[in-house]
């Protein structure tokens, strides 16, 4: 099964496009000879100081991302990786999926800490919210990922990436419990929530898709 690396860089002042460009180009061609892929790049509005870039690629395994990894940063200067961190795919995306093509918009990036052994509860009631989310709002659901970072013993750190038409749209699909038109959803939503110990959420917006 593949993997994703998910990297967040550290950044000089105002050099996101070129440190994008040269990722982009470079990075990706050369994580390519050895069979990664570059999935996303996204620079941060909130949650996140504006000097930073985050990265998302995909690898055959989790020794190739390990060894292989860093190389997106190939001949680039003035990047460090100030987070970097390993995610396995669960419901979405799918092995191989591009980064849809969507018009503008933001990206959530959360995380849900939960107990161990409520990964397939969680699990079920993320797949079975998301059609009746998505219908009632201008949003998709990228993917959800599992964390190899555990953040103390027995917990489980989920990974959530959304896109969202426009920040309204993210404000709206926050306040869930009354939104008509997507009571499925509030309900596994609600379910889901009841199992969370603790998250956090970034919004970004994208720089490049992979």
Same mark, same amino acid.
């Given at each position: 099964?593949? #993997?994703y690396?998910?990297?967040?860089?550290?950044?000089?002042?105002?050099?996101?496009?070129?440190?994008?460009?040269g #990722? $982009?180009?470079?990075?990706?061609?050369v994580i390519?000879?050895?069979?990664?892929?570059?999935?996303?790049?996204?620079?941060?509005?909130?949650?996140?100081s504006?000097?930073?870039?985050?990265?998302?690629?995909?690898?055959?395994?989790?020794d190739?991302?390990?060894?292989?990894g860093?190389? #997106?940063?190939?001949?680039?200067?003035g %990047?460090?990786?100030?987070?970097?961190?390993?995610?396995?795919?669960t419901?979405?995306p %799918?092995?191989? %999926?591009?980064?849809?093509?969507?018009?503008?918009? *933001? *990206?959530?990036?959360?995380?849900?800490d939960?107990?161990?052994d409520t990964?397939e509860?969680?699990?079920?009631?993320?797949?079975?919210?998301w059609g009746?989310?998505?219908?009632t709002?201008?949003s998709?659901v990228?993917?959800?990922?599992?964390s190899?970072?555990?953040?103390a013993?027995? #917990?489980?750190?989920?990974?959530?990436?959304?896109?969202?038409?426009?920040?309204a749209?993210?404000?709206?699909?926050?306040?869930w $419990?009354?939104?008509?038109?997507?009571?499925?959803?509030?309900s596994?939503?609600?379910?889901? *929530?009841?199992?969370t110990?603790?998250? %956090?959420?970034?919004?970004?917006?994208?720089?490049?898709?992979?």
């Amino acid at each position: 099964m593949s #993997i994703y690396q998910h990297h967040v860089l550290a950044i000089p002042p105002k050099q996101h496009a070129a440190i994008a460009e040269g #990722i $982009k180009s470079a990075g990706a061609t050369v994580i390519a000879d050895k069979g990664g892929r570059l999935f996303g790049i996204w620079k941060p509005l909130l949650g996140l100081s504006l000097n930073h870039l985050i990265v998302l690629t995909e690898w055959p395994d989790a020794d190739a991302a390990i060894a292989h990894g860093a190389d #997106i940063l190939h001949g680039i200067e003035g %990047a460090t990786v100030e987070l970097c961190d390993l995610w396995q795919p669960t419901l979405r995306p %799918a092995p191989g %999926a591009r980064l849809p093509e969507l018009p503008g918009g *933001y *990206y959530s990036h959360r995380h849900y800490d939960i107990a161990a052994d409520t990964l397939e509860t969680f699990l079920e009631h993320s797949g079975a919210a998301w059609g009746s989310f998505e219908g009632t709002h201008a949003s998709q659901v990228i993917g959800l990922w599992r964390s190899t970072h555990v953040p103390a013993p027995g #917990i489980i750190r989920m990974r959530l990436m959304a896109w969202y038409q426009d920040m309204a749209t993210w404000e709206r699909s926050r306040y869930w $419990k009354g939104t008509s038109g997507a009571e499925t959803a509030n309900s596994q939503l609600g379910a889901r *929530y009841a199992m969370t110990l603790d998250s %956090a959420v970034s919004i970004v917006e994208l720089v490049h898709r992979g």
